[in-house]
């Protein structure tokens, strides 16, 4: 039989990773309530780490696994951070307790962390310059479809199954995927100069992350003069400090300070946290709604979210060009706009009477097209404009860093604004809790005025066919 060319070799076994971590995001918003009913002696906000524990371990390690990445090996770090994800998944699946359940979510969110930034460098390395484009466009349709696949999915498992088979499929996708990765003859050149990250900063921000969640989450529950809650907030920006402290003194930090100096660049953190975090929450936001408010079985829930990454995916081409026409600022000014009006129909539209087109249809489009196909694919592509090249790839990671940490920050006031509320009371206080997400998407929008009103304009003649605009496909952390 003849043997697969080694491109095309690499390309599946390392996309077979990202689809396995996108199917698990997809999923997890769909189990949930499964997970919730087994545990139903923990609080609410005590499960939100679910979520929160996952985040945390992909914004702490995603800069710090491109270091290590340079340092000893892609092949190396894609085999070591799909092995902790399987890992995790597995303990996830035999999980006794919500404590070692978020352990293994954190353990997770490591290895996604680590794996993401190799799988790409290992296509970079493996295919054509002259067919990378095409490859790294591949790259990330897989994961939009497998986003698009996970909540149907994981309805499917869980009406006929169980949450903890969720977590299994990871492991059955996971373990051959190790087995190719070890038969995989291609690498890139191990750089012994690359400076190991800093342990110390990933610690620190890890901590200030972890504290921050637990201020937020917890603040309304134990009460916000409480002295845990007051303890919590004052060492989540003692930490943020001796981050931030540290980061200007190490050779490689986990956050690299004089990439900061960028205006364009820095606009670009401060408007993607502004997105992801409303659309984070809303992501774990749309099945609560749709089987706590209007009773829809659990496979409904499923197929009804799941346009969601179809569209994001069908739409990102389309920015791009209309990024290359009109510019960047005015792709963003379209993507908040449109991302803010459909968190708002979300919280006015609904009734007790299910009406999916008419009422909850228009949020899912405009969230699938305005934020992940509009917004936060042209913030990636704004992001690097005022960079050197030797700098995109940290600068690219710092940029997914402060996406997670947007999405933590959502998920978690999620949580601490929901509470403990009984499923009765999931109409109004969804919608209460969408029309407040709206906010912040028309504060990215006012800042994003600030980008320069040609950035992005590319003539006709010398336009290439534009990758920067696509983004992966959203998947809740």
Known sequence: MRRMPDHWRV????????????????????????????????????????????????????????????????????????????????????????????????????????????????????????????????????????????????????????????????????????????????????????????????????????????????????????????????????????????????????????????????????????????MNANLVMQPRFLEDAWHYTKLHAGIAVSPLPVLAGLAAPIASRYADRYGHRNAILLGTAMTSIGLLSYGLLPGSVPHYWTNFFPGVALAGIGTWGFAISMINAAAVTDMSSENFGVGVAILQTFRQIGGMLGTAMFFGMYGNAAPEDALSTLKHIWLFFSIPPVLALLLAFRYSKGLGVRTVSTAPPSSAGASAAPAPT
């Open 11 to 278: 390309f599946t076994v390392v996309t077979a990773s990202v689809a396995m971590a996108s199917m698990d995001g997809g999923m997890i918003p769909l189990v949930f309530s499964d997970i919730r009913r087994e545990f139903s002696d923990t609080p609410q906000t005590t499960l939100a780490w679910v979520f929160t524990a996952y985040s945390i371990g992909l914004a702490s390690f995603v800069v710090a696994s491109g270091r290590l990445a340079d340092r000893t090996g892609r092949r190396r770090m894609f085999i070591i951070g799909t092995a902790l994800f399987v890992l995790g998944s597995g303990l996830c699946a035999i999980a006794p307790s919500p404590a070692l359940l978020i352990a293994a979510r954190l353990v997770q969110g490591s290895g996604h962390a680590i794996f993401t930034p190799a799988s790409l460098g290992l296509i970079l390395v493996a295919w054509p310059e002259d067919r990378r484009t095409a490859a790294i466009a591949a790259w990330i349709t897989v994961g939009g479809i497998a986003s698009g696949i996970g909540p149907t999915l994981g309805a499917v498992i869980v009406q006929n199954w169980s949450w903890r088979v969720a977590f299994g499929v990871n492991v059955m996708i996971g373990v051959p995927t190790l087995w190719r990765a070890f038969r995989l003859e291609v690498d890139t050149e191990k750089r012994a100069d690359a400076l190991l990250p800093d342990p110390l900063g990933i610690v620190l921000l890890s901590g200030s992350l972890a504290f921050l969640a637990l201020t937020i989450v917890q603040g309304r529950t134990w009460g916000w003069t409480d002295p845990k809650i007051l303890g919590s907030a004052t060492l989540a920006v003692v930490l943020t400090v001796l981050f931030a402290l540290r980061s200007k003194g190490h050779p490689a930090p986990v956050l690299d300070v004089n990439l900061l100096r960028g205006r364009t660049y820095r606009l670009s953190l401060v408007v993607s946290m502004l997105v992801t975090g409303p």
